[in-house]
Protein backbone atom coordinates (compact mmCIF):
# COMPACT_ATOMS: atom_id res chain seq x y z
CA UNK A 1 0.00 0.00 0.00
CA UNK A 2 1.29 3.28 -1.25
CA UNK A 3 1.94 6.09 1.77
CA UNK A 4 1.43 9.75 1.08
CA UNK A 5 4.45 11.75 0.29
CA UNK A 6 3.76 14.03 3.37
CA UNK A 7 6.34 16.04 4.74
CA UNK A 8 5.77 17.89 7.83
CA UNK A 9 7.10 21.56 8.12
CA UNK A 10 7.66 22.66 11.12
CA UNK A 11 8.81 26.76 12.10
CA UNK A 12 10.13 27.42 15.44
CA UNK A 13 8.49 30.83 16.84
CA UNK A 14 7.40 31.98 20.14
CA UNK A 15 3.14 31.75 20.65
CA UNK A 16 0.66 32.77 23.28
CA UNK A 17 -0.15 30.04 25.36
CA UNK A 18 -3.86 29.78 26.74
CA UNK A 19 -5.22 28.28 29.70
CA UNK A 20 -8.50 27.74 31.05
CA UNK A 21 -8.11 26.49 34.86
CA UNK A 22 -10.48 26.73 37.96
CA UNK A 23 -12.79 29.40 35.99
CA UNK A 24 -9.97 31.57 34.71
CA UNK A 25 -8.20 32.47 32.05
CA UNK A 26 -4.28 32.39 31.77
CA UNK A 27 -2.23 33.73 29.54
CA UNK A 28 1.49 33.22 29.42
CA UNK A 29 2.97 35.19 26.37
CA UNK A 30 6.46 34.58 24.40
CA UNK A 31 6.44 30.54 24.45
CA UNK A 32 8.99 28.70 22.65
CA UNK A 33 7.38 26.18 20.34
CA UNK A 34 7.30 24.65 17.14
CA UNK A 35 4.35 24.89 14.54
CA UNK A 36 3.52 23.26 11.66
CA UNK A 37 2.86 25.86 9.03
CA UNK A 38 0.34 23.92 7.35
CA UNK A 39 -1.57 22.20 10.33
CA UNK A 40 -0.78 25.51 13.02
CA UNK A 41 -0.09 22.23 15.50
CA UNK A 42 1.96 23.53 18.08
CA UNK A 43 4.62 21.33 20.22
CA UNK A 44 6.89 21.91 23.22
CA UNK A 45 9.89 20.96 24.78
CA UNK A 46 9.65 18.62 27.80
CA UNK A 47 11.86 21.63 29.60
CA UNK A 48 9.10 24.54 28.26
CA UNK A 49 6.46 22.42 29.59
CA UNK A 50 7.48 22.16 33.03
CA UNK A 51 8.30 25.76 32.80
CA UNK A 52 4.60 26.09 32.00
CA UNK A 53 3.51 24.37 34.89
CA UNK A 54 5.88 26.36 37.42
CA UNK A 55 4.27 29.82 35.87
CA UNK A 56 0.95 28.25 36.77
CA UNK A 57 1.19 25.78 39.53
CA UNK A 58 3.81 28.32 41.32
CA UNK A 59 1.18 31.34 41.03
CA UNK A 60 3.94 33.86 39.86
CA UNK A 61 3.15 37.09 39.83
CA UNK A 62 1.70 38.29 35.88
CA UNK A 63 3.60 40.75 33.77
CA UNK A 64 0.33 42.56 33.11
CA UNK A 65 -2.81 42.54 33.03
CA UNK A 66 -5.88 42.15 30.32
CA UNK A 67 -8.79 42.85 29.94
CA UNK A 68 -11.44 41.14 27.72
CA UNK A 69 -15.16 40.95 26.75
CA UNK A 70 -16.43 37.84 26.85
CA UNK A 71 -19.65 36.42 24.65
CA UNK A 72 -22.20 33.46 24.79
CA UNK A 73 -22.79 31.63 21.51
CA UNK A 74 -26.43 30.96 20.40
CA UNK A 75 -27.67 29.33 17.81
Avoid: D
Amino acid sequence: MNQPNYQENFKETLVTYTLEMEGKIYIIENVPARVCLETGERLFNPETVERLQQILWQKEPPSHYIQTPVYQFSA
